[in-house]
Nanobody
Framework: QVQLVESGGGLVQAGGSLRLSCAASGRALSNYHVGWFRQAPGKERDFTAAILWSGGSTDYADPVKGRFTISRDNAKNTVSRQMNSLRPEGTAAYYC?????????????????WGQGTQVTVSS
């Protein structure tokens, strides 16, 4: 079992940047692919990005392509995401979670070991 803790959220103006981290404890994170989701109040949890266990492949949802970058450091048991050119519609709680089957990376039901989330608020 692995436990995930997200950090790095906060309040930022539109156009600004934030870097979120997902730190793992327990089992090595290199055993898993990792995804990031976001959930705004009253809305579903949406896929935003995922990274293969080795870091050799990444995938992004269309709304964040070109602005967000996901990376990982298996030696440090962490996955990070750099978010640039943030928009007010990006206001949400951001979660990381582990994934076994890469082909199903956009489906939240395929993920386990969810972190508690970190809040990102983008002001206009």
């Amino acid at each position: 079992q692995v436990q995930l803790v997200e950090s790095g959220g906060g309040l930022v103006q539109a156009g600004g940047s934030l870097r979120l981290s997902c730190a793992a404890s327990g089992r090595a994170l290199s055993n898993y692919h990792v995804g990031w989701f976001r959930q705004a109040p009253g809305k579903e949890r949406d896929f935003t990005a995922a990274i293969l266990w080795s870091g050799g492949s990444t995938d992004y949802a269309d709304p964040v392509k070109g602005r967000f970058t996901i990376s990982r450091d298996n030696a440090k048991n962490t996955v990070s995401r750099q978010m640039n050119s943030l928009r007010p519609e990006g206001t949400a709680a951001y979660y990381c979670a582990t994934l076994r089957r890469w082909d199903y990376r956009t489906s939240p039901t395929e993920y386990t070991n969810w972190g508690q989330g970190t809040q990102v608020t983008v002001s206009s």
